[in-house]
């Protein structure tokens, strides 16, 4: 009776053969393994014939599945998917000759899984071939063997084959089955099914020696995103969909699931790194006073951790968002159940070392996020902070608005434009002008304020500048270097333009919203839908006009960002922009005016968050809320370890929620909602 052979020389037929059926396919049935010999470096490339080499950059995505009635399509298909198992048979066959003094069991269950690889490659090209396509007729692509012919170790092999690769196939095989049979090719249907059952098992055999190998005091997690790196990263391991019933039956842990279900990551592209900085103003305020770093107060820093995964909103799948601790798997189920793409969340920026990433994409450039981004080794657009975001930038492009040339008949007067002071006398002399000319209330404001910070309302009734307001508009001229003085407006509506500036100086509009805002400033919401949703009639009807006037507020906005367009490219800014912009009664008249401009944010903002929030989700109505643990209709969701409920959207509008876009357990400050 013949000596059966070594597992060693089969494995090397099967990575260095040239022949499909007579190399790649030869009898893994039986084997001994009692002389696997030195460990083998990696070739370039596995042994193949010339019809069968390998290409490098070919990415070939499925067919739509209108395409799946056409037998050729449907080849295409299984070749991408026959190439798949190929190449995985030859990568087991190179950790067998790589990793010889791996456990003999491990080596046995690999084979046996090539096995099962080699059944699926045969079922694949036999059915290809009955459709019309052969193995040889198209390029085959080179991706998985350049990712995993160099893993550093058994365990980083069985984490990136068994728990990416071949989890990632559970959904794949069943994704394609359900479309097949759909389309009506029961045939290819039932070879899926089989690769689908085959594939539990081999993720099975990757779950057990990833825990058998893991360091006790990591957890399974843990392991898994430490060898998941690059290009095999965990969001390799989800395909079109996530089969749960599969990934239970291989034996993957609730908690794995659900982190890996709202993982986000990238699978490659490289993701811009986001971050919420709410501080930009004081922050770049505090630098040009001192030259200094800036350390923000207490309750500003509170309120960027409470609300530091609000970027997700506006990231693409697969950005990075920074935040300070990772953030509760339910309430990414939670965001994920309601149709929110995932963005990947990291709390420990080292884990960015070694990656391929993009531009840096802070809530608003300052000399600290700009420090930030250096540190990151991330593109930074501007090497100093713009000027953009200051009160006293804006005031000569209101003053130019409000020209004659420009001014249209429902807009403000240009007796409203701010005056700019640089000593408090300078103020107390306008101030004084404008109560003289009717206004009770005058507005200072200083040059970098935010969100109804940094400002001081001087009232008639008050009387003159006492020594107590002299010495807070001190502070604000210290503080800013300049102030903007003008009179408070009636505002009966506020609104946000919200566009991107082109290197050019032109401006995508991207939409208007009008929100809310508490007595001091202070933001407190958003409409989503129509701006004037939910307003009294008469102001409704103001917003809508009529006849030639019917979209008077979009000409305003394109009238608003043709002016500082120019300006914010020709100081260095490019992106997002959202121009303020309110509605005031006039005292005696019954006429609305519009303020085309109250400030420029040169920014990230919470209009523009509303407006992502809409069009992602397809919301038509609704009001995007920031909330504080005070609120007592909200109240409940702010206690720690209490579970989010469900959120969805139905028909354009919230049908079950809340839907909170951060975690309000355990804010102390705010939380961001759509109630």
């Known amino acids: 009776m013949p000596q059966a052979p070594q597992l060693r020389d089969l494995a090397t037929r099967i990575l260095d053969g040239p022949d499909l059926w007579a190399d790649k396919m030869v009898d893994l049935r039986h084997f001994v393994d009692d002389a696997p010999g030195p460990p083998s470096t990696a070739p370039a490339v596995p042994g193949r014939s010339v019809e069968l080499a390998l290409h490098k950059g070919i990415v070939r995505d499925g067919p739509a599945f209108s395409k799946l009635g056409e037998a050729g399509a449907r080849g295409r298909l299984l070749h991408a998917m026959a190439n798949h198992e190929l190449q995985a048979l030859e990568l087991m066959a190179l950790a067998l000759l790589r990793f010889p003094d791996a456990d003999p069991r491990f080596r046995r269950g690999l084979a046996h899984i090539m096995a099962d690889e080699q059944r699926h490659l045969a079922l694949y090209v036999r059915r290809m071939e009955q459709l019309g396509v052969g193995l040889t007729d198209l390029p085959l692509s080179d991706f998985f063997w350049r990712a995993l012919r160099q893993p550093a170790d058994p365990l980083t092999f069985v984490v990136q084959m068994g728990l990416v690769l071949e989890q990632a196939n559970l959904d794949f095989a069943r994704h394609w089955s359900l479309r097949m049979r759909a389309a009506g090719d029961g045939d290819t249907a039932d070879i899926l099914d089989r690769v689908y059952t085959d594939e539990i098992s081999h993720v099975r055999h990757g779950l057990a020696w990833a825990r058998r190998w893991k360091d006790d005091q990591d957890s399974l997690w843990d392991t898994f995103i430490a060898h998941a790196t690059e290009p095999m990263t965990p969001a ?85 968002v920074l935040v300070p601790e990772a953030p509760r798997p339910d309430w990414l189920a939670h965001r994920l159940g309601a149709g929110l793409p995932m963005a990947q969340f990291v709390d420990d920026p080292g884990h960015l070392v070694g990656r391929t990433l993009g531009p840096a994409r802070p809530w608003g450039w300052s000399p600290d996020a700009a420090r930030r981004a250096h540190d990151l080794l991330l593109h930074v657009p501007v090497d100093e902070p713009l000027p953009v975001i200051g009160k006293v930038w804006a005031v000569p492009h209101l003053r130019a608005l409000l020209s004659d040339d420009q001014r249209e008949d429902h807009w403000s007067s240009p007796h409203i434009v701010p005056q700019v002071c640089h000593e408090l006398q300078a103020v107390v002399e306008h101030a004084g002008l404008l109560q003289n000319n009717g206004w009770d209330d005058v ?95 008469p102001q409704v009807r103001w917003m809508l006009g009529d006849g030639e006037d019917a979209d008077h507020l979009g000409r305003a906005a394109r009238k608003v960002f043709q002016q500082v367009g120019p300006a914010l490219a020709a100081a260095g800014h490019r992106g997002p922009v959202g121009v303020d912009a309110l509605v005031h009664a006039v005292s005696g008249r019954p006429a609305l005016r519009l303020c085309p401009l109250v400030e420029v944010n040169a920014r990230w903002t919470m209009g523009r968050v509303a407006l992502e929030l809409a069009r992602r989700l397809g919301l038509r109505t609704g009001m995007l809320r920031l909330v504080s643990p005070r609120d007592d209709v909200l109240a409940d969701a702010f206690e720690v370890g209490s579970r989010l409920p469900p959120a969805r959207v139905e028909r354009g509008q919230l049908a079950e929620g809340p839907l909170w876009l951060t975690d309000p357990r355990g804010a102390q400050v705010a939380a961001v909602v759509l109630p």
């Open 236 to 320: 390799r391991a989800v395909g079109p969909l996530f089969d749960e019933d599969s990934r239970k039956r291989a034996g993957l842990p609730d908690d794995f699931r659900l982190r890996l279900r709202t993982w986000g990551g990238s699978k490659g592209r490289p993701a811009d790194v986001w971050w919420f900085n709410p501080q930009a103003e004081a922050a770049t305020a505090h630098h040009r006073r001192t030259g200094r770093a800036y350390a923000p107060r207490k309750m500003v820093a509170r309120l960027a951790h409470d609300l530091a995964t609000l970027p997700a909103v506006l990231a693409r799948p697969g950005d990075i």
């Open 443 to 537: 507005l200072v404001r200083g040059d970098l304020s935010a969100s109804g910070r940094e400002r001081w309302t001087l009232r008639r009734d008050r009387g003159p500048i006492d020594a107590g307001e002299g010495d807070r508009i001190r502070g604000l001229l210290d503080r800013h270097g300049a102030v903007t003085v003008g009179p408070m407006l009636d505002r009966r509506i506020d609104l946000s333009f919200h566009g991107d500036v082109a290197a050019d100086g032109t401006v995508v509009f991207r939409g208007i919203v009008r929100f809310e805002t508490h007595p001091d400033g202070r933001f407190t919401g958003a409409v989503l839908g129509p701006a004037h949703r939910g307003l009294p009639r």
